[in-house]
């Protein structure tokens, strides 16, 4: 990839954004041109590539990326968030992402990934393909699906272990076998998957 490309990052999370800025730059092929926590509607943005928050507090991401690619139709737009929805990524897509990473991916990844969509490809990590999210959910036992509604009401590991008369060490490892079969990270993760697959 030669060509140097301008980005710019809207995130309302300084300290993420900064460490984004130097895990990108720490490439020479990236020069960063801003970081905001969000975009006024007359701004005019001199940037190849945008990395976009869906999840700002004062406005919408997703709308921020209908926005942009209404005014610049040449610019790569890459979704960030936290929690990891399949709903919110594939309607990221709809409106003309050109790829999502979670926040939780390793720095390493995490380039990578920004390098081959720069190149050209649409890569939305963590998204399921087409019907698979019913196979991955077949996957789970009874005892699987027990444990995720629990955890879905705030219960931690040693609650859910009282609960289920389990030892904490057991529900631990259901746990991250559930992360495992979902092909996901984190409990947050877990999460946003449950109330989007109506788990």
């Not at 649409?122 to 027990?146: A, C, D, T, Y």
Request: charged share 25%; glycine share 6%; with cysteine.
């Amino acid at each position: 990839m030669k060509k140097t490309f301008k980005f710019l990052i809207i995130d309302d999370h300084q300290l993420f954004a900064d460490g984004l800025a130097r895990i990108l730059e720490e490439e020479d092929n990236f020069t960063l041109t801003g970081i905001f926590n969000a975009l006024d509607s007359s701004a005019s943005i001199d940037a190849d590539l945008v990395l976009l928050d869906i999840q700002l507090g004062v406005q919408s991401g997703l709308d921020l990326c209908t926005w942009l690619r209404e005014r610049y139709t040449n610019m790569i737009i890459i979704l960030i968030s936290m929690i990891q929805a399949p709903h919110l990524i594939r309607e990221g897509q709809k409106r003309g992402a050109n790829g999502f990473i979670s926040k939780t991916t390793d720095a390493e990844l995490l380039k990578e990934t920004v390098v081959k969509i720069c190149r050209g490809e649409n890569i939305f990590l963590g998204l399921p393909e087409k019907g698979s999210s019913l196979h991955e959910v077949n996957l789970l036992s009874e005892r699987e699906m027990q444990i995720i509604h629990l955890i879905k009401q705030g219960l931690t590991s040693k609650m859910i272990a009282e609960k289920l008369f389990l030892s904490e060490f057991t529900v631990e490892t259901h746990r991250k076998n559930i992360l495992r079969k979902l092909k996901l990270n984190t409990a947050n993760e877990l999460i946003a998957y449950a109330y989007a697959n109506h788990l």
